[in-house]
């Protein structure tokens, strides 16, 4: 059942579901409980549902803003704590791995417990974290390490869940529009953490205010949440009130993702796109400083406040790269999806076919010129942006209500563990490899290049994956909607362990 608009929670279906027997997915006993959450079950206006929209994007634009700061003023950070490109790397591999480590547990916890309650704690931790490592003398850089670690509470956190609530609340074109809402602000807010950190470390002279602001933002976009927020019942969007769709064992559940073949090639796809963006986003703003310094037009850095200028024009082309290339990927599937029902992640493939040779011609121009390797990175960052809101539709329409959590979280643990947890200090401790004899400004800046070439032949990689899930993915959603809507025993019989 598919409806265009808001939902509604279970008022109007109670007394159906008291007579009615209970759907569970690929279970074997009946006898197997799980906690129950604590859903609404009052009526969710429409008015309501798109304010909670709105704030859940405000807060992913904090997150992301926070995420690349760091990479704003990297070349503050190096030069106060005195360290190499691998240790810097460090600091963003750090921070993916609490992430990696904490999004299973939190996605366990979302599909079974209280969903706004679980944002709340983590947020807070997020805010705290954030706050206290800007804070941090120079003689103490393992403790910027570990705070920076201890930030990625609020993100497995909130991450993991707040998709899983949009799709709750709405369904159909409507659920694909706000997805694409909820993930424009991806790029948004990573290319907004380059300009405003980059910004502020130059007006105060001090990179450590830049990592001040993003708490206090945090803080207001807490409260919005606390206030405002509901927590809506799982499947309500495919229920419509009916049915009220109980839990299986977490076991249960990550043996049902592992036999969903779409969805384990469409991870593998985004570990590679984590891979590849994780390591450009960390590393291009300082890339492109090397490369002009080794051009002659700037000189080095030696004092406090560093040229933060490719930083500033980096996010700024990654918030209008991010912005058109998330709207145009979401208007292309909406058109195609009923005419070619593999829509999703052909489109996907193509975006990162196509986006690997732009990368390619960005980082072989950077030695002659900048402004055509800007022009390179923009087409490429339009490409790979198609697939941001797409992934995140894909993922909730071939999997069933109930493990929906549970999968946000396994793709987020794989797509990180594999992907941008290791790339950035893996591009860092190749370049400081290639350059461990030759510590000229030239070979600065050639290591760099060297080691970033690793990156395009890993998004070739991750096309390749998300054609493999066009082989797949109309099936796997039958299966997942048959499943949802009770129409069939023989589908899940299927997922039965």
């Known amino acids: 059942m598919e409806t265009n608009g808001p939902v509604m929670s279970r008022q109007e279906g109670e007394k159906t579901h008291q007579s009615s027997a209970s759907t569970r997915y690929g279970s074997v006993a009946d006898s197997i409980s799980a906690p129950e959450p604590e859903e609404t079950t009052t009526v969710i206006s429409s008015e309501r549902a798109y304010v909670t929209v709105a704030i859940l994007c405000y807060v992913n634009l904090i997150n992301y803003m926070d995420r690349y700061t760091i990479a704003g003023v990297l070349l503050s950070i190096q030069n106060f704590f005195e ?13 993916i791995c609490s992430f990696i480590v904490l999004a299973p547990i939190f996605g366990y916890l979302g599909d079974r417990y209280n969903r706004k309650l679980i944002m709340i704690g983590g947020l807070t931790v997020w805010v705290a974290m954030t706050l206290t490592s800007s804070f941090v003398t120079k003689s103490y850089f393992w403790l910027l390490v570990l705070f920076r670690a201890l930030v990625g509470t609020g993100e497995a956190s909130y991450s993991t869940i707040a998709p899983t609530i949009i799709g709750d609340l709405f369904s159909g074109t ?39 602001l993003n708490p206090i933002l945090g803080s207001f976009g807490l409260l919005l949440l606390a206030v405002f927020c509901p927590n809506p019942s799982r499947g309500a969007s495919e229920a419509h009130g009916g049915n009220r769709m109980q839990h299986t064992s977490y076991l249960e ?15 593998l796809g985004v570990t590679a796109m984590a891979f590849l963006t994780g390591a450009l986003a960390f590393w291009t703003p300082i890339f492109l400083d090397r490369a002009q310094i080794n051009q002659g037009i700037q000189p080095p850095c030696t004092a ?7 930083s500033y024009v980096f996010g700024g082309l990654t918030v209008v ?24 992640p052909l489109i996907c493939a193509v975006g990162m076919l196509s986006s690997a040779p732009c990368f390619f011609a960005a980082i072989i121009l950077a030695s002659t010129s900048v402004p055509a390797t800007y022009v390179f990175i923009g087409i490429g960052e339009i490409l790979i942006s198609l697939n941001w809101s797409i992934l995140a539709d894909i993922l909730l329409y071939v999997v069933v209500p109930t493990r929906r959590a549970t999968a946000e979280a396994l793709q987020i643990m794989v797509c990180h563990l594999l992907g941008d947890a290791g790339s950035p200090y893996l591009i ?12 000229t400004h030239e070979w600065k800046f050639r290591s760099l290049e060297y080691s970033f070439l690793l990156c395009p032949f890993v998004g070739v990689l991750g096309g390749l994956f998300f054609l493999m899930t066009a082989v797949y993915i109309t099936k796997d959603r039958k299966e997942a909607e048959l499943l949802a809507t009770d129409q069939t025993a023989m589908v899940s019989e299927n997922y039965i362990i």
Do not use: H
């Open 174 to 212: 409507k659920r694909t529009i706000m997805i694409s809402a909820f993930y424009i602000f991806i790029p948004v807010g990573s290319g907004l953490g380059y300009i405003i950190g980059s910004y502020v470390a130059s007006a105060t002279g001090d990179w450590r205010w830049a990592l001040r």
């Open 321 to 344: 790269t991010g912005i058109l290339g998330v709207s145009l990927g979401s208007t292309i599937s909406r058109r195609l999806r009923d005419r070619v029902p593999n829509a999703d």
């Open 304 to 310: 406090e406040p560093c040229n933060t200028t490719n």
């Open 253 to 267: 559940d990550i043996k049902y993702l592992l036999k969903n073949k779409s969805f384990v090639w469409s991870s």
């Open 428 to 439: 860092g401790t190749i370049s400081d490899a290639l350059r461990s004899q030759l510590n």
């Open 83 to 95: 360290i190499k490109d691998s240790m810097s790397g460090l600091l963003q591999t750090v921070f």
